[in-house]
């Protein structure tokens, strides 16, 4: 596609709930990135995959956030037992040789 | 790991008028400096960009100048407009990975007309 696409664009969810956020990247792009913005923050880096594997998860802040991307394209940002404290905007990104990072909309979050 | 701090975090000026953007950052094997402009409810967008091999670059309104000794770099705003405004994010990342980038807070930046 023309550019990062992200959905849903909205989700609101209880404590406690599973949650799955989907990212299709700019076609052609190898390397894909989570980042998470909180209100008033910049992005904050979550996981980084080139191709189908996750090249740096340092930024997961625990073990209920797991990502994958099986084919190398589209991937899904996972959260388990979600708590208020997830609520914030989960930014996909997908690169080129430039290092540019281009940004899907984004997915608000909403634990409630 | 990297650090990057940015100041102000708010800033008004009048249409017309220059708006400069600062930031620091901690580790000096970082190597690539992207500026990106984030729109109230939309995404983030690159507008410029500056690697270490250079101190300075244009593009029309829009400069950035890196002093690698001090560890800062900064956005100049020449001529602005009220569609400038918006938030601004300075990030710092290195080479083997330019992607994964350190973020700076943001700054708001308001145009006045």
């Known amino acids: 596609g023309a550019g990062v696409s992200q959905t849903p664009s909205n989700k609101v969810t209880e404590k406690g709930k599973y949650v799955e956020l989907r990212c299709d990247p700019i076609s052609g792009h190898t390397a894909l990135y989570w980042y998470r913005q909180s209100l008033g923050q910049g992005p904050e880096f979550l996981i980084y995959?080139?191709?189908?594997?996750?090249?740096?998860d340092s930024g997961l802040p625990n073990d209920r956030f797991f990502a994958v991307r099986p084919e190398g394209s589209v991937s899904t940002l996972k959260i388990q037992r979600t708590e208020r404290g997830d609520s914030a905007v989960y930014l996909c990104?997908?690169?080129?040789?430039?290092?540019?990072?281009?940004f899907g909309e984004g997915s608000r979050l909403t634990v409630l | 790991g990297e650090n990057v701090e940015q100041h102000p975090s708010t800033l008004s000026v009048q249409e017309g008028d220059s708006a400069v953007i600062k930031c620091t950052y901690s580790d000096s094997a970082s190597n690539y400096f992207p500026w990106y402009k984030q729109e109230l409810g939309k995404r983030p967008q690159l507008i410029i960009d500056?690697?270490?091999?250079?101190g300075e670059k244009k593009d029309q309104r829009i400069a950035v100048t890196l002093n690698k000794t001090a560890k800062h770099f900064s956005l100049h705003i020449t001529e602005t407009q009220p569609e400038d405004s918006a938030v601004y994010f300075c990030?710092?990342?290195?080479?083997?990975?330019?992607?994964?980038?350190?973020f700076g807070d943001g700054t708001t930046l308001t145009v006045k007309p």
């Open positions: 500056i690697r270490s091999n250079v």
């Open positions: 990030a710092a990342s290195k080479g083997t990975n330019a992607g994964k980038s350190t």
């Open positions: 995959f080139q191709g189908t594997g996750a090249a740096d």
């Open positions: 990104a997908s690169s080129g040789n430039t290092g540019e990072l281009f």
